[in-house]
């Protein structure tokens, strides 16, 4: 029910005249003021001229002219307001520095901090302080006050109003300030906000009351301390209903008094004009006391802190639950209640299931069992829905059992970073790690489960883990899945039985296999077999398991074996390292990969092509096009027994680049050899972008439809990572040919030609590389070695020349430009200016480099936007791509630092940067702002560098010391002062990050 309350004058200095016909007639002090009200309906009561001292002029609906009606008339004065004296200041909006309603609120704000004697201090906050009314009813009742506002006249009034030392002035954006103080875990008893209907900060943050109100109380609990005396909050423009703003406090506030006004100001004849609204939020009883932390809450505090989180009137009272709660030790109930907030912030139902068994929980796991027990609900949550989450809340017992088993177990987030170097040091393609309930490989990525508890020794069981590794790498470095199993197995009349009967032939041949290139490694399995005594060749199979047993087998051998199996024999028990097979999902990966892979080559043969046809044109006008590919071995590595490929193109043998080499070797793992289709280089249409039809189309159906990549995300609250959240799409930008390149050129000749000169230093002297198969010169000395060798009845060597070679500074930069709403206009302008300098001068420089923009918006739609990959070459359409970068939506930043994360880990390169070129923090329209996604991007980030690759933000945000220390460290990040610098900069900045 809203309150009609009122503010009867004449008091003191202040009286409301006269009002009607849109104008109001105020007498402040000495001086009579005519301005405009949009509440001032009705006709006037007197008719006659109302002989104003000032009356004010509206130009729009928010600039006028004040025009005094004599000479001599000051624009600021001081008046005596119910005992407070108050600066009046005529502002250019037609406000007067101050708002006489909210003397309301004053006096409320005074009544409940006034009979706080027993608490030792007050903290008050007023956000939108003004000229500091409400600050100085807070400090004469006894509070210390945070005072935040962005206007620095009205800071220089409140000043002047207030000369108490216990006020602490914040010159703010109030979005800016509330979002630090949530991070730096500051708290306050008292709130007052009077927020304007739009507005801006010191650095033009924008403030708009539709948008930014939500997220701002939403903010609000985690400022308040626990023995908060309330809020006052006031709307003096009514662009919210008083009672919609007590429903927007209520959701935040659950459980307490809260009271909706309807303020207006009388005058001597008792007419009233409305004034605006306010709500007033508190509790209804004295806040509890507890200042010593090891005293536990009562049944009652208990309660209370309850219904912030728990909507008491969808499941009959927390009571019942705070009084399970009120039986735990202080620690522990300061522990639950922590996750019931973090629970609840997810799903309300889940949090009141949580706060039912939460006591048995931590009485059957302790607080290590009970986050994981929450972790794996909300995983749940996230990836399945409401109902899986609520069966592993419900099923506390199974739950339990898993657990018992972690304080002897090796637990996955403890081991993963041994384990990721760890297999990482074997053969093969770098396989990922990431848990699962079975143990089983997709080709590409390992899963174990998340605790590994087959033995009561911890150390066993990590040796345990290291055997499951091993096992999984060797399904895909000595090929079991080069053949199509599916296709092969679905001819036995059981095909159940008959994965499981090979599974078993083929972990013993990967037994023989590891034996051979890693006994140490076969010693520790032979040793876990025992210890779960389990047999490697179990009675009756020793026949079958001999053959598998010889150096160089493969899986086809096997097959073979399988084939001749008895029908009727019994399938071994599966090895604690078996694991499982999934071939459904080996071959959905493996198909994806092994297309891409071939695209990727055919790429990467045109570009050799393509250089190999240039260097012989400079040679001879015939011949250019028709060139054979072929491949030639090399001879076998030492260590791994293989060798890597030779490429000769038209006969010449050709030196391929590392990731070439890379991709060789991969296709080799799938397929066993390389095939001549793939020996082709690709024709100019080699990549086809969507159509304007499939890219409208992109977003219908499904997130998790083909081409979409899933990401965790990581949350701060609950401290581990929402599964598969965010959907990201690589798109292509629209190329956009103009003369926007020309005439960046044109505008920074002179710096080109200076950037350009400290580049060519950088790039270094020629190397001469002696005993090569081919080259410029001959290697004299080689040749006479190879003379002796013949002369000696050897053979004689074919690396008879000379190369000279430039230096290679093995550097790959991948460069993350925001494309966000914000970077309309200059900015945007700057980062594709810099962009084309950039490339100029790495052209000269060699350095392999990729551009990226970003943007999206909500987690659903996150877009990486591809304006240069690593292979392709700085052409003209890589330039109308810069020309075409232009503002899209939102800044979710953890997703794409993620995905270019993964794309760098890719490529071989002695240092990998991941710059950064933005206007901002991350933001995203879902609530992915503020702290939480400071610490996703922060966490991104931190991802990246394990990976080895070291990240660095440019930025033009005046606001970025505030965070990006906290985010990218205290020297990987640069702030530009000014956005026009930002072409000047970018290029310095890089060559010193490189050099």
């Not at 080689?782 to 190369?803: P, R, Y």
């Not at 702002?929 to 660095?952: Q, S």
């Amino acid at each position: 029910m809203i309150e009609n309350t009122f503010l009867q004058t004449p008091l003191d200095d202040y009286a409301l005249i006269d009002f009607g016909e849109g104008r109001k007639l105020e007498r402040l002090g000495m001086y009579l003021v005519d301005r405009p009200d949009r509440n001032a309906s009705g006709a006037l009561s007197v008719t006659e001229d109302w002989n104003a001292d000032w009356v004010f002029h509206a130009r729009d609906s928010s600039f006028g002219v004040w025009e005094p009606q004599r000479e001599g008339l000051p624009r600021e004065w001081k008046i005596w307001l119910d005992g407070y004296e108050v600066q009046v200041l005529l502002e250019d909006n037609g406000g007067i520095g101050l708002h006489p309603a909210l003397l309301i609120g004053w006096r409320w704000i005074h009544q409940r901090l006034g009979g706080c004697y027993d608490m030792e201090s007050l903290r008050a906050l007023n956000l939108f302080a003004g000229t500091g009314g409400a600050t100085l009813a807070a400090v004469q009742a006894g509070a210390e006050v945070t005072h935040v506002e962005a206007s620095t006249e009205k800071l220089e009034i409140a000043r002047k109003n207030i000369t108490h030392p216990g006020v602490e002035w914040v010159q703010d954006d109030v979005m800016t300030f509330v979002e630090r103080a949530v991070r730096e875990r500051l708290q306050y008893d008292f709130i007052i906000m009077d927020p304007p209907v739009l507005g801006h900060g010191p650095a033009r943050q924008m403030w708009d009351i539709d948008c930014d109100l939500v997220r701002l109380t939403s903010l609000l609990p985690r400022l308040l301390s626990e023995q908060y005396q309330g809020i006052w909050f006031s709307q003096r423009e009514k662009s919210w209903k008083a009672d919609s703003l007590a429903v927007l406090l209520g959701k935040d506030f659950t459980g307490r008094n809260i009271k909706n006004f309807s303020l207006e100001i009388a005058t001597e004849d008792g007419r009233r004009l409305s004034a605006g609204v306010a709500v007033a939020c508190h509790d209804e009883h004295d806040p509890l006391q507890i200042k010593d932390n090891t005293v536990s809450l009562s049944t009652i505090h208990i309660e209370r802190r309850l219904d912030r989180y728990i909507d008491p009137s969808f499941f009959y009272g927390n009571e019942e639950a705070a009084g399970q709660l009120s039986e735990l030790d202080r620690d522990q109930q300061e522990f639950a209640l922590h996750w019931v907030e973090v629970v609840a912030a997810i799903n309300a139902e889940m949090a009141y299931q949580f706060v039912a068994r939460v006591r048995q929980a931590l009485t059957s796991m302790g607080k290590t069992g009970v986050e994981a027990w929450l972790v794996y609900a909300m995983d749940q949550y996230d990836t399945a829905g409401l109902y899986p989450a609520m069966t592993v809340l419900k099923d506390l017992e199974s739950f339990t059992k898993k657990m018992q088993g972690q304080a002897h177990g090796a637990v996955y987030r403890e081991v993963v970073g041994v384990l990721e170097n760890f297999v990482h040091g074997l053969h093969g393609r770098k396989l990922k790690l990431d848990t699962a309930d079975t143990l089983y490989t997709d080709t590409e990525s390992i899963f174990i489960p998340a605790v590994v508890a087959r033995f009561r020794n911890r150390d066993d069981n990590h040796r345990l883990c290291r055997a499951m590794v091993v096992q999984q790498w060797a399904h895909v470095w000595y090929g079991t899945f080069m053949v199509d199993l599916m296709d092969v197995l679905s001819c036995y009349e059981s095909l159940e039985r008959a994965i499981a009967l090979f599974h078993a032939l083929e972990t013993r041949r990967l037994l023989s296999c590891i034996q051979h290139d890693l006994p140490g490694m076969h010693r520790q399995l032979l040793e876990l077999c025992e210890l779960s005594d389990t047999l490697v060749v179990p009675p009756g199979w020793e026949q079958f398991i001999s053959p598998l047993q010889k150096v160089n087998t493969s899986v086809r051998d096997t097959l073979d074996v399988l084939s001749h199996l008895p029908a009727d024999i019994q399938i071994p028990p599966r090895l604690y390292f078996q694991g499982s097979l999934r071939l459904d999902e080996v071959a959905q990966v493996r198909e994806a990969r092994i297309r891409h892979e071939k695209e990727s080559l055919q790429k990467s043969l045109a570009k050799l092509v393509a250089d190999k046809d240039r260097r012989k044109q400079e040679q001879e006008d015939e011949r250019t096009k028709g060139l054979r590919i072929r491949l030639k071995p090399s001879e076998p590595d030492s260590e791994s027994g293989q060798g890597n490929q030779q490429i000769e193109i038209d006969g010449q043998p050709v030196a391929p680049p590392v990731e070439v080499d890379a991709l060789l070797a991969s296709i080799m793992q799938d397929l066993g050899e390389i095939p001549e289709e793939y020996l082709v280089a690709a024709g100019d249409g080699g990549y086809a972008p969507p159509t304007g039809e499939e890219s409208m189309n992109m977003w219908e159906g499904t997130y998790h439809e083909k081409g979409a990549h899933l990401y965790n995300e990581w949350d701060f609250k609950r401290q581990h990572y929402h599964k598969n959240w965010c959907v990201l799409r690589e798109v292509p930008v629209n190329p956009l040919y103009t003369s926007f390149v020309d005439r960046t050129l044109a505008r920074h000749k002179g710096l080109i030609k200076n950037i350009r000169r400290s580049f060519e230093v950088l790039r270094g002297e020629d190397k001469v590389l002696k005993k090569q198969p081919y080259g410029d010169d001959v290697d004299i000395d080689a040749l006479v070695e190879a003379f002796g060798d013949a002369s000696a009845g050897l053979e004689m060597t074919d690396n008879l020349f000379t190369k000279k070679h430039k230096l290679d500074r093995n550097i790959a930069v991948m460069f993350m430009v925001d494309m966000s709403g914000s970077t309309k206009g200059w900015i945007n302008d700057a980062e594709r200016e810099s962009l084309i300098l950039l490339c100029e001068a790495l052209e000269i420089l060699g350095d392999r480099y990729a551009i990226y923009g970003f943007s999206g918006m909500t987690r659903k739609r996150c877009e990486l936007y591809r304006i240069k990959e690593f292979d392709e070459r700085y052409d003209n359409e890589v330039k109308a791509r810069i020309c075409g970068i232009g503002p899209k939506d939102y800044t979710r930043m953890g997703v794409i630092i993620r995905h270019l994360t993964k794309l760098l880990d890719e490529v071989e390169a002695r240092t990998k940067l991941l710059i950064t070129l933005s206007d901002g923090k991350p933001d995203d329209f879902d609530g992915y702002r503020g702290e939480y996604g400071i610490e996703d991007t922060r966490m991104a980030l931190i991802e990246a560098k394990r990976k080895g690759i070291h990240p660095f933000c440019i930025t033009i945000d005046s606001e970025a010391s505030d965070y990006l220390p906290h985010m990218y460290g205290a020297v990987n990040y640069t702030v530009i002062d000014e956005v026009r610098k930002l072409p000047l900069k970018v290029s310095d900045i890089y060559r010193r990050l490189t050099t």
